[in-house]
């Protein structure tokens, strides 16, 4: 059949649809508020709907995966089953502009009404073109880069069939122990947000909810709502308890911003939260999320999440489960079956109705409709637009520059860093990341081919080739491996020693040790929890023996989460966080080892000194006993083995050159309804070289109604200043800064006195002023 064909034999369904719609006197979808608002979206959607039987909309609600990437225990399905019936409303982990062309006309050789399927992945730092994951992109503070990476990443995955993208990941983390935090922005919830809100414009590259015709836009997915990030003790799935106050201040924040920004669906958290599911908690979707926030889009289960509800203990069978999912707004399963095996029966039964499944269909088929792929199914099968985008020159400059500007220097004593290309050095190449391909591109690199991405040493013999620096390389131990498969939870094989004699008789003939270490990339990201969240295996213990030697040490650090470097900032010269850097690892780490590339990235999450510590956040609320350190006192809010501060806080990062602060100033100390105050600092870059500054804004609110954290950062800007200048920055506070969730749970502004810091980071105290709101 010819699209032109088709077009035609499917409007004449439409028509007759209708029709009918319009004879009866009533609309199918009256109880249904649209996501576009498109009256003539609503329209086709009554049509089509109008034209359907009871199981091909519960079709609709069922999702597949390829099996491409599965993340969890796969169902028993008769998918193959289902497709004839035109019984599979969406597939995922299906790539490739004529394997999507395949698998769609599959589909609407089955389908009755010619309903086109909707592909889906998990696009989470790029397709093909990798980035850096997000946690380190975040550390960038580089809104504009995020929205630009994730644009990328929706132009390579449409052009390979894909237009439903299940990121960003924006659950809020305060808990390193936790894998997943490598897929999101950190702990504070105001950059969070704005983090949230770049990557939604950058994958569906919108500006108003009827612009998602275009094939290059790509259906972001807010998730997981929520509290995903909360999971006792770190560990992946696991429950979550939270007061409601907190999840209005701490987790709500981001997804609201997501809806505002205009998100197109949402996907539920595996945890339970205060003791119900989140998969089966209609206050969470239908109270909060549809009647309290408006939102209108589209509610897809995470992995198997329905089926889960068994386990958990709040369904005692699949049949409940689905009846539970149903009721709690969920419009559409992914891999459990769960909607497809028993919401007809239900429906006989009378257990739940068919305009509830109205409801959820009616949200599935506007986003096909606000796709365009009612007018053709295959518009996201272009092999010749996949050609061209795949990877592009312009991709992987951006990858580059991406990874360059994600790349935190932690520690720089005695100017170790940069290792200048003029200057003679015999450098000490040691660790198992010095010749790491695999792991550079961090968990969720979804088709990013791990063959291509540049390893340390390939990007530092291009850097200085030709140069006064000459390597001497040692691997000195191996990383230490996770088998997954084995009847144990986990089973890590520790290296031996046999390496570190020569990595040490490496070390004692150079000027410099350059060591590159940590995490495999499979032990962080999903179910990819650890309990010790130090350097795995025996890297710490090889260090050990390299400080022996006397000789200054460079560590640079790869890995998908805050690591306890406790030991390693207390003996080496330098760290640099590299992170997983993505497809251009090697070379952006030479940029900045060499200084051609100065560094300005900044801390989203703190690094804690040990996991007893956790979890550790800067924004942490007060005491009646609170610890101070220039004073100190028993009976008071500390630990008796360790500092009360993180290792490196939130918002910390070095540059090659340093900048100064000075001359803060308010333009009044007070203000009231309706006004502002604008504060105005100097910020000089003093050093020898030009670089970028993060300044931060940090407010306290003394005394509140609701007790008020410490601090909260309300504002920042990254500048560029050339050495010896200087530059005024301007932050205006206004009731929009000082508002915060009041016992009501509603926000709220209170007359009082407030803490303003404009600082290098959170821990930084020495530019402050007070004001009041009256």
């Known amino acids: 059949m010819n699209k032109n064909t088709f077009k035609l034999g499917f409007w004449a369904l439409i028509l007759f649809g209708a029709i009918s719609c319009d004879q009866s006197g009533s609309k199918l979808t009256d109880y249904w508020k649209s996501y576009s608002g498109d009256p003539k979206i609503e329209a086709k959607v009554d049509s089509v709907l109008s034209l359907m039987t009871l199981e091909e909309k519960i079709g609709q609600m069922n999702q597949y995966s390829a099996n491409f990437a599965a993340t969890g225990e796969v169902a028993d399905n008769q998918s193959g089953e289902y497709l004839k019936k035109g019984m599979i409303g969406s597939t995922f982990n299906a790539f490739g502009a004529e394997k999507v062309h395949m698998l769609q006309e599959q589909n609407m050789k089955y389908s009755r009404l010619k309903i086109p399927m909707l592909f889906a992945a998990d696009v989470i730092h790029g397709l093909e073109t990798t980035f850096p994951i997000p946690l380190a992109e975040a550390c960038s503070w580089d809104l504009d880069l995020m929205e630009k990476t994730a644009r990328a990443a929706a132009n390579e995955a449409t052009a390979s069939g894909v237009a439903w993208n299940f990121a960003p990941m924006i659950d809020m983390a305060h808990d390193p122990r936790w894998g997943r935090v490598m897929e999101g922005a950190g702990e504070d919830v105001y950059l969070a947000s704005l983090v949230a809100r770049a990557?939604?414009?950058?994958?569906?590259?919108?500006?108003?909810?009827?612009?998602l015709s275009k094939n290059n836009t790509l259906i972001a997915t807010a998730k997981h709502f929520v509290a995903y990030g909360a999971a006792q003790g770190g560990r992946d799935y696991h429950t979550t308890d939270i007061s409601e106050i907190n999840l209005h201040e701490t987790y709500f924040p981001p997804f609201q911003a997501a809806i505002e920004e205009g998100v197109g669906s949402f996907m539920t958290s595996f945890n339970d939260l205060n003791g119900v599911p989140a998969t089966g908690n209609k206050w969470l979707y239908k109270d909060i999320l549809r009647d309290s926030w408006n939102f209108n889009g589209l509610v897809v289960t995470d992995y198997t999440a329905i089926m889960e509800l068994i386990p958990h203990g709040y369904a005692k069978d699949l049949k409940h489960a689905a009846q539970l999912s149903l009721d709690a707004g969920i419009d559409?399963?992914?891999?459990?079956?769960?909607?497809?095996?028993?919401?007809?029966?239900?429906?006989?039964?009378?257990?739940?109705?068919?305009?509830?499944?109205?409801?959820?269909?009616?949200?599935?088929?506007?986003?096909?409709?606000?796709?365009g792929l009612f007018d053709d199914p295959y518009r996201y099968c272009d092999v010749e637009r996949e050609k061209e985008v795949m990877m592009n020159d312009g991709y992987i400059d951006l990858a580059h520059k991406a990874a360059q500007k994600a790349i935190v220097l932690l520690k720089n004593d005695n100017n170790i860093l940069p290792l200048k290309k003029e200057e003679s050095k015999r450098v000490a190449l040691i660790g198992p990341f010095v010749d790491e391909r695999k792991s550079l591109n961090g968990e969720w690199a979804i088709k990013g081919d791990r063959s291509k991405s540049v390893t340390l040493r390939e990007g530092l013999d291009e850097k200085y080739a030709g140069s006064k620096v000459s390597f001497n390389f040692a691997k000195g131990t191996d990383l230490p491996l996770l088998d997954r498969k084995t009847e144990k939870v986990s089973v890590v094989n520790v290296p031996d020693r046999s390496g570190f004699a020569k990595a040490v008789s490496v070390a004692r003939n150079s000027d410099v040790i350059l060591v590159a270490m940590g995490e495999n990339y499979h032990w962080s990201g999903e179910a990819a929890s650890r309990s010790d969240i130090t350097l795995p295996g025996n890297q710490r213990e090889l260090l050990k023996e390299l400080k022996k030697t006397g000789k200054p040490i460079v560590l640079v650090v790869f890995n998908g989460r805050p690591l306890d470097l406790s030991w390693e900032a207390k003996n080496v010269d330098a760290i640099v966080e590299a992170w997983y850097p993505g497809l251009m690892s090697g070379h952006a780490v030479a940029d900045v080892l060499s200084?051609?590339?100065?560094?300005?990235?900044?801390?989203?999450?703190?690094?804690?000194?040990?996991?007893?510590?956790?979890?550790?956040?800067?924004?942490?609320?007060?005491?009646?006993?609170?610890?101070?350190?220039?004073?100190p006192a028993d009976y008071r809010s500390n630990y008796i083995d360790v500092e009360n501060t993180p290792l490196f806080p939130f918002g910390h990062g070095l540059s090659y050159t340093n900048f100064k602060y000075s001359n803060l100033k308010l333009d009044k100390n007070e203000f009231s309804k309706g006004g502002s105050i604008t504060a105005t600092i100097d910020i000089t870059n003093t050093g020898n070289v030009d670089g970028e500054e993060i300044v931060q804004l940090y407010i306290q609110d003394i005394v509140a109604s609701v007790t008020r954290p410490v601090k909260e950062l309300k504002g920042f800007e990254k500048l560029a200043l050339k050495k010896g200048e200087t530059k005024t920055i301007k932050f205006t506070i206004n009731e929009e800064t000082i508002k915060f969730i009041g016992l009501d749970m509603q926000p709220v502004v209170e007359a009082g006195d407030f803490n303003l810091w404009i600082a290098a980071s959170s821990a930084d105290v020495s530019n402050h002023l007070k004001f009041s709101y009256k």
Not at 199 to 211: H, L, W
Not at 608 to 625: A, L
């Open 199 to 211: 990557r939604v414009r950058g994958f569906q590259g919108i500006s108003d909810y009827n612009d």
């Open 332 to 371: 559409m399963d992914m891999i459990s079956e769960a909607f497809v095996m028993h919401l007809k029966e239900l429906v006989e039964e009378g257990s739940i109705t068919e305009s509830q499944i109205d409801v959820a269909v009616a949200r599935i088929l506007e986003m096909k409709f606000l796709l």
């Open 595 to 631: 200084g051609d590339y100065n560094p300005s990235a900044k801390l989203v999450m703190s690094f804690p000194r040990n996991v007893g510590q956790i979890p550790i956040f800067y924004n942490q609320k007060n005491t009646g006993r609170p610890f101070d350190a220039e004073r």
